[in-house]
C-alpha cells in the first residue's frame, strides 16, 4: 500500500469464552481499534456455544510498501477469526462504527452518512460455506475458508444521508454488519505565484460578497519568513547553591523565553512555610503549596522540612538574580536549584514524594514527548547523592544543615521511576514537574511573502446572492418584463407568481430565507402593490428576499423606458432579471430599445448584475398578426449580447462580452417542455410550464458552476481586493496563517475526495455559494494564504 494512507482493519472472530480481547499491528505498529468489538450473536457448534463478533481498527498514516499484518486475538482455543484490509488516501477522519444484525439469506445494513464522505462496510457471516452474493456496493474484499465455515464481505459507498448495504448468504443463519464513515482531509489548492490582472471599474468591497473583477492589477512577490521561535524542548541551564540562617541568592543564566523552574528545600525550627522568590526582580508564581519532607533533631530544637516549587514561563534572558526569602530565617536552612528549559507549551502537574531511609525512589506519570525536573533533598545527607538514575544536571552537599540533594531530568512516559542513595538513613523529599512541550509549529512574521490563493467554483445567484444571504442580509431580485415576467395565466398565481415567484421561493429554501413579492400593479401600471409573503423560513433570524416582480402583460421595450422611474423604484437590487420580447413587431427598435433598456437599468441600479433571458418555448412561431418571428427576435437578442451566436446558446449561460456585469440565458432549452406546459394559446406557461422554468433557471443559476465567461466547471478567479500585511506573527505549520492582517481577497476553495487504493482525485466543491473567509448555511471555505 502507499505510504501516508489510511488503513482499515475488518475483523470477524467466534470463540467459546466469548473473550473479546484482540490487538492487530501493521508493519509492527500497533492499530487502534474503533470502540468495543461488536458481539452480533451466538451460534452452537458441535454442543459448543460460539460467541460471534466483528471489530473494527485503523491506521493513519500508514507505512508503505508490504507489511506484515498480525492478529492476536485473547484466547486461541476453539476459536477462528478472519480478516480484511483496505486502505484509502486522503482521509481527514473515521467515525464511530455503527452496527447492525439479523438472520436470514438476505442481509442488510443502513448507515447515516453525509454527502462527500465515504462509507466502509462489512458483513461477517458465521456460517457462510460460500462467498457473499449480490452485494449491492462497490465490494472491495469477499472470501470464504473452511475454518469455521466463516464468510465475510468489505466494500464501500458513497456518503448520503442514509445508505444501505446488503447482500445474501447461501443460507438462512446469523449475520452481522459493521461500517465506519471516511470524511475528507482539508486541502489547499496552491497555483504558482503569477501576477493576475483585473478587468472592470473600481468597485467598493465588501467582505461577505464575491465582487466582480475590477481594474486593479495584484502582484503577488516571493518572499522569505523570518524565523522567531523553536520547535522543540530542551534543557536550557542550572544554578544552584544553600546557605544557612539567611534568604538565598544566587545568579542564573538563562536563555530569554525559557521556562525556569525553583525547586527549593526550606528547614525552620519555626515549622512555617511561608516563602517566595524573584528572578531578576519579577516575582516567581508558587505551584501549589510547600510539601511536608519530615523532621530532624539537633542542638536541642526540632527541625521541620518542607520542599516547594516556582516557575517564571518567558525569562528575560542573562545573568539574573535569584532571591529566595522565607518568612523566618533563625535557626533555618534553604537549598535549591534553578533548571532553564526552553521550548516548553505548559508547566504541569507538580509531584511530591516523601520517606525515610539511604534509598530514594520516586515513581511519577506523565507522557511521551515530556521532560520531568527533578530535585531530591535528603536532610540528613553528609555528602552528596550517589546513584543517580536521571540527567543529572547538579548535585551538591554543603555544611548547610547537611543537605544533600540531586537536579535533573527524565524523559516523559506513562509510568517513570527515579532513584537516588544517600550517605545516611533519615527523612527525604522528591519533587517532579511535568513539562509539556511547545506546539511544534514554527512562529514566523512575514516579509514580503508569496500568497498563493485557493481556487474553487462557484455558481452565478452564489456570486451574485449567496454571500448576503449566508450572512444573514436581505436581497432585493428585479425583474423587468412582459406578461411571461408577470406569470399571466399561471393558474397558481396568487401564491407562485410564474416563474419569478417559484424562482425565489427555491432561493429562500435553498438559503434558509423569508420571500416576499411586490407586484405590478398591472393594469394600471403606475406602481407596484403591497408587499405579499410567499415563503416563510423556520428560522426567526432568516434574511428576506424581496421580488420586485415588475411584469407589464403587453408591453414592450418602448413601455419600460416610458416608465422607468416606477419600474425601478430601488437603487440597489442585487440582481436584476429581464425577459421581454413576445410583443415587438420590429427587430431593429427591439434591439435599439433593450440597448436603452440597459443604460436605464445601470444608471437606476448601479453595480446591479444583470440577467437575460431568451423567454420560454412556444408552440407557435410569432403573435398573431405580427409577421415578425420569435426566431428573428431572439437570434437577435442573442447575436447583440455575445455577437456571433446563434440559437440555442451553447452553453445555454454566458457573460457578455459587450455589456458589462451582464449575462445571458438561453431559456428555451429547458429540458422535457411539452406543447402540454403552455396554455392553449401555445404562447404562455401554465402553473406546469412556469414550474419548469424556474427549476431550469434556478439549476443554472444556483445548481451549475461558472466563471464570468460562463465556462463550467472552473476556479474562481481573485478579485480586486486591499491585500496588506501587516505586523504580526504566522504560525507554519500546513499552512500560513498571518495575524494582525488585513486580508480582503476573495474566492472559493475546493474539496478533495477520497479515492480507493491511495488515489487522491480533486473536485469541485459542492454547488452552491464559495467565497474567501466565509461560511455559510450549506457551503464551508477557508481562506488560507499560504507559502512562504
Known sequence: MTAGTTVLAFVGFTNTSNNSSMTVTYG????????????????????????????????????????????????????????????????????????????????????????????VQAFQCPFGTGTVSGYNQTSRWNVTTSSYNTAMIVGEAAGASSVTFTGTQNAANLYGGVAVELTPAATVITPS????????????????????????????????????????????????????????????????????????????????????????????????????????????????????????????????????????????????????????????????????????????????????????????????????????????ATSAWNVASAFGDIDGASTVTVSATASASGPWGSIAVDLTPANPNITVKPTSAVLTLQGGSSSLFGYMLGGKLGAGQNVIVQVIGDSTAYGSLDEQWSSQYGWPGRLCIAL????????????????SNTAYNPAVTIYTSLSPSAPTITLMLGGWPGATGANYLGQQAAMLPVSNPDVVLINTGFNETSLSAYLTNYQSLMTVVNTRCPGAPIIVTTQNPTTIANEQFHSLTFAQIFGGLVNLFVPGSTLPLVPALQQSPVFSNTWILDTKQIPGWTASDLNSDGLHPNASGYAKQAAYMFAQLVQTSTDIGGNQPVMVRPTSAALSLTRGTATLGRKVLPTGAVLTLQGGSSGVAIGQSNLLRLIPGRPGVYFWSLVTPRERMDVVPSGR
Open 193 to 396: 505565484p503569477v501576477t493576475i490582472s483585473l478587468t472592470g471599474g473600481t468597485p467598493p468591497l465588501n467582505g461577505q460578497t464575491v465582487i466582480m473583477p475590477t481594474a486593479a492589477s495584484l502582484s503577488l512577490v516571493r518572499g522569505t519568513p523570518l524565523v522567531a521561535g523553536t520547535s522543540s524542548m530542551a534543557f536550557d541551564s542550572v544554578a544552584g547553591s544553600a546557605v544557612n540562617g539567611a534568604g538565598l541568592s544566587l545568579t542564573a543564566t538563562v536563555t530569554a523565553g525559557s521556562t525556569a523552574l525553583l525547586l527549593v528545600n526550606f528547614t525552620n525550627a519555626a515549622n512555617n512555610t511561608t516563602i517566595s522568590a524573584t528572578f531578576g526582580g519579577t516575582a516567581m508564581t508558587q505551584v501549589g503549596t510547600p510539601q511536608f519532607v519530615g523532621t530532624t533533631s539537633g542542638g536541642g530544637y526540632t527541625y521541620y522540612s518542607y520542599q516547594t516549587v516556582f516557575k517564571l514561563p518567558n525569562a528575560p534572558g542573562g545573568a539574573k538574580a535569584v532571591v529566595i526569602t522565607p518568612a523566618v530565617t533563625s535557626q533555618s536552612g534553604i537549598k535549591a536549584a534553578i533548571l532553564a528549559y526552553v521550548g516548553v507549551g505548559d508547566v504541569g502537574n507538580v509531584q511530591f514524594a516523601s520517606g525515610t531511609g539511604p534509598n530514594l525512589s520516586h515513581t511519577f506519570s506523565s507522557a511521551s514527548g515530556h521532560i520531568l525536573a527533578h530535585g531530591f533533598f535528603a536532610p540528613l545527607g553528609t555528602g552528596v547523592l550517589s546513584g543517580y538514575s536521571g540527567r543529572e544536571r547538579y548535585d551538591v
Open 28 to 119: 509492527g505498529t500497533a492499530m487502534t481499534q474503533i470502540g468495543t468489538p461488536f458481539l452480533f450473536g451466538t451460534h452452537v457448534y458441535s454442543s459448543a456455544t460460539y460467541y460471534d463478533q466483528l471489530a473494527v481498527f485503523k491506521l493513519e498514516n500508514a507505512p508503505g510498501g508490504s507489511q506484515n499484518v498480525v492478529v492476536t486475538p485473547g484466547v486461541f482455543v476453539s476459536s477462528g477469526l478472519k480478516i480484511g484490509l483496505v486502505s484509502y488516501s486522503g482521509v481527514g477522519s473515521v467515525s464511530a462504527k455503527q452496527t447492525a444484525t439479523g438472520t436470514g439469506t438476505g442481509m442488510s445494513q443502513t448507515v447515516t452518512s453525509s454527502p462527500g464522505n465515504v462509507v
Open 508 to 523: 429562500g429554501q435553498y438559503y434558509n430565507a423569508n420571500v416576499r413579492v411586490l407586484a405590478w400593479n398591472y393594469p
